[in-house]
């Protein structure tokens, strides 16, 4: 256990510098924190100079909800003798947030800062920090993280009247590693008003949605800087080209760099992003289980579901070699179409004998003919198969019980078009992006690239499916992945499974 129980970290290195050591220090700090670690962000500070003052506009103590128990300032930032530093970390503390004056104060080690502070000057701790009226910012903002922070309270200390946020929204987000599980705008923008609002009261806050590129930046008159990462650098050269065009002066472009995440695994990125914490909650529950109490908890059913060509097969399969018991809801739909079958008749009487095959069986080939492209005669069909089906799949699941069986998998492609989620306590879903599940379907079906796609539009899209999910997976990425996604899930279901231990 760390052995304090909050702790306050000044950061006081350039603001370009800051993601390359901040993450470092964060995490050498947290190692040292239990609770609550507060960050004073203050770039160009001297911590061991003859007065080290606060922040302009001085915090009040309440903006903290715990006093720090511990203040912590990098070694690298602080060359020369430790007492001064600590003296001056004790003084900012009491000045700043009314901290009592004789708090331990300690130095990271200069391993933890990720690099010289003195090695690039260009970065050295005496360069003045720009300043400017209105600024400008814009990214997914999806699941604010440390490198959003540190990005965001870089533009606050940079503005000093406005700040205007763009948030990707519609189109923009298409191609984005799992758009499925990005939070919805509205949330988004709350969540970074609410950052925001917190970090720097005093200034206005422009939050507005992106539909392109460029948005307000390249016809807002008032702006004077956009901040950019390396990576979207060329986006802020593109802004300012078209700035011009516009008839209107360029911004300055104040670059931050990335910060790296330490814990990527080898399908994500290097860099702290949204896009790899959406890929770590694959497998996860993201939303409570269905509390039912028609519906026995043992066996506990999962329905598994998804479009065609998103692994669905593949991972029911997995989930059987760890002991569930599997139910196909496609082999019971040909059961259901067999002769003597308990549709047989019914689909035979409503679609007439020109269904059958010579041999009395139905061709559900020439039946889809008939109710493709049809919403009337579709739902006549499913209104006859699909509660034949969900009888099947019940005597499926008391056969799993009498084999004493703890979870059933229903693997159902129409699960949630034929409302079957209300046989199941907990929805699963796997996805693929519509490119790649057309590319798989042409493979493995031989259609066409036209074929596949109207397929897939005739099915409940990725989004729908995970509105409605607890669990959701994704097969887009090598069979090994998809196969830690699967004991993944299973290794946290059955930790929701098993009882709580007693007081």
């Known amino acids: 256990m760390p052995p304090f129980a909050s702790g306050l970290l000044v950061l006081t290195a350039p603001l370009p510098a800051l993601p390359r050591r901040a993450a470092g220090l964060v995490a050498a700090a947290a190692g040292l924190v239990a609770g609550p670690l507060y960050v004073h962000l203050q770039p160009g500070l001297r911590l061991g100079g003859p007065a080290a003052g606060p922040a302009a506009?001085?915090?009040?103590?309440?903006?903290?909800?715990?006093?720090?128990?511990?203040?912590?300032?990098?070694?690298?930032?602080?060359?020369?003798?430790?007492?001064?530093?600590?003296?001056?970390?004790?003084?900012?503390?009491?000045?700043?947030?009314?901290?009592?004056?004789?708090?331990?104060?300690?130095l990271l080690g200069e391993d933890t800062a990720g690099g010289d502070p003195e090695g690039d000057p260009?970065?050295?701790?005496?360069?003045?920090?720009?300043?400017?009226?209105?600024?400008?910012?814009?990214?997914?903002?999806?699941?604010l993280h440390g490198a959003h922070r540190l990005l965001l309270s870089a533009c606050c200390l940079l503005a000093r009247r406005r700040l205007l946020a763009g948030v990707a929204d519609g189109e923009l987000l298409r191609h984005k590693v799992l758009p499925e599980?990005?939070?919805?705008?509205?949330?988004?923008?709350?969540?970074l008003r609410e950052f925001l609002e917190d970090v720097k009261p005093s200034l206005c806050y422009d939050i507005v949605p992106l539909a392109d590129p460029?948005?307000?930046?390249?016809?807002?008159?008032?702006?004077?800087?956009?901040?950019?990462?390396?990576?979207?650098?060329?986006?802020?050269?593109?802004v300012n080209k078209k700035r011009l065009e516009n008839g209107l002066p360029e911004l300055a472009l104040y670059e931050i760099q990335l910060m790296k995440d330490p814990e990527h695994s080898?399908?994500?990125?290097?860099?702290?992003?949204?896009?790899?914490?959406?890929?770590?909650?694959?497998g996860t529950l993201l939303q409570p289980p269905r509390r039912?109490?028609?519906?026995?908890?043992?066996?506990?059913?999962?329905?598994?579901?998804?479009?065609?060509?998103?692994?669905k097969t593949s991972m029911a399969k997995l989930l059987g070699q760890l002991g569930a018991f599997v139910i196909d809801a496609d082999q019971l739909g040909h059961a259901v179409y067999a002769p003597g079958g308990p549709a047989y008749e019914?689909?035979?009487?409503?679609?007439?004998?020109?269904?059958?095959?010579?041999?009395?069986?139905?061709?559900?080939?020439?039946?889809?003919?008939?109710?493709?492209?049809?919403?009337?005669?579709?739902?006549?069909?499913?209104?006859?198969?699909?509660?034949?089906?969900?009888?099947?799949?019940?005597?499926?699941?008391?056969?799993?019980?009498?084999?004493?069986?703890?979870?059933?998998?229903?693997?159902?492609?129409?699960?949630?078009?034929?409302?079957?989620?209300?046989?199941?306590?907990?929805?699963?879903?796997?996805?693929?992006?519509?490119?790649?599940?057309?590319?798989?379907?042409?493979?493995?079906?031989?259609?066409?690239?036209?074929?596949?796609?109207?397929?897939?539009?005739?099915?409940?899209?990725?989004r729908q499916r995970v509105e409605q999910s607890q669990v959701v997976l994704c097969s887009l990425w090598e069979p090994e992945i998809t196969r830690q996604q699967v004991h993944k899930a299973w290794d946290l279901l059955q930790q929701r499974l098993s009882p709580e231990p007693g007081p």
């Open 57 to 106: 506009p001085p915090a009040g103590p309440a903006l903290l909800r715990a006093l720090p128990r511990v203040l912590l300032a990098a070694a690298a930032e602080a060359p020369g003798p430790p007492e001064p530093v600590q003296l001056g970390l004790q003084r900012l503390a009491a000045a700043v947030y009314g901290c009592p004056p004789s708090l331990p104060a300690l």
């Open 122 to 143: 260009e970065q050295a701790p005496e360069a003045a920090l720009p300043e400017f009226l209105d600024v400008a910012v814009g990214g997914t903002f999806d699941r």
């Open 181 to 191: 599980l990005i939070e919805p705008y509205e949330l988004r923008a709350a969540k």
């Open 214 to 238: 460029f948005g307000p930046s390249v016809t807002d008159p008032d702006l004077q800087c956009l901040v950019v990462s390396e990576e979207t650098h060329r986006g802020g050269e593109a």
């Open 266 to 282: 080898e399908n994500e990125e290097e860099k702290i992003s949204s896009s790899s914490l959406r890929q770590r909650l694959l």
């Open 292 to 311: 039912d109490p028609a519906l026995p908890l043992r066996p506990y059913v999962i329905g598994l579901t998804g479009g065609t060509g998103s692994g």
């Open 346 to 462: 019914p689909v035979v009487a409503a679609f007439g004998a020109e269904v059958l095959n010579k041999d009395g069986t139905i061709d559900r080939k020439v039946l889809g003919a008939k109710v493709f492209g049809n919403q009337e005669q579709l739902k006549r069909l499913t209104d006859i198969v699909w509660p034949k089906i969900a009888q099947m799949v019940k005597e499926r699941v008391r056969e799993a019980d009498a084999q004493g069986k703890a979870v059933c998998v229903l693997d159902a492609a129409v699960l949630l078009e034929a409302g079957w989620q209300d046989m199941v306590h907990e929805v699963w879903t796997a996805i693929i992006p519509e490119e790649e599940a057309v590319r798989r379907i042409v493979a493995r079906d031989g259609l066409t690239e036209e074929a596949a796609r109207r397929r897939l539009q005739s099915q409940m899209s990725n």
